[in-house]
């Protein structure tokens, strides 16, 4: 069974950074695409970052030139590096990823981890 397990949030003051991490178990193949999602109370769900089993990587409008996504391929775990966070950066934030032969939306989902940014 396939299982995305986040780490890494918490609570940050504005201005500061905080690095996610999201560990995949239980597969036996590689996923295509790996990535995160935020998503908060009356807010819309945003995909916020993606990388490729290559390498390539995507970002939202929103967090272009303070996020970084990287992936570690033989520990099966990606990164979300977080700086000059803002209050609007505050949401849960879910890792995603894809299996090899589909070719859009996400197939898993961890549990998320809760980002909060105080003002």
């Known amino acids: 069974q396939v299982q995305l397990v986040e780490s890494g949030g918490g609570l940050v003051q504005a201005g500061g950074s905080l690095r996610l991490s999201c560990t995949a178990s239980?597969?036996?193949?590689?996923?295509?695409?790996m990535g995160w999602y935020r998503e908060g109370t009356g807010k819309q769900r945003e995909l916020v970052a993606a990388?490729?089993?290559?390498?390539?990587?995507s970002y939202a409008d929103s967090v272009k030139g303070r996020f970084t996504i990287s992936g570690d391929n033989a520990r099966n775990t990606i990164y979300l590096q977080m700086n000059s966070l803002t209050p609007e950066d505050t949401d849960v934030y879910y890792c995603?990823?894809?299996?090899?032969?589909?070719?859009?939306?996400?197939?898993?989902w961890g549990q998320g981890t809760q980002v909060t940014v105080s003002s």
């Open positions: 995603v990823a894809r299996r090899p032969g589909v070719t859009s939306g996400y197939d898993f």
């Open positions: 239980g597969s036996f193949f590689r996923f295509n695409v």
């Open positions: 990388i490729t089993s290559g390498g390539s990587t």
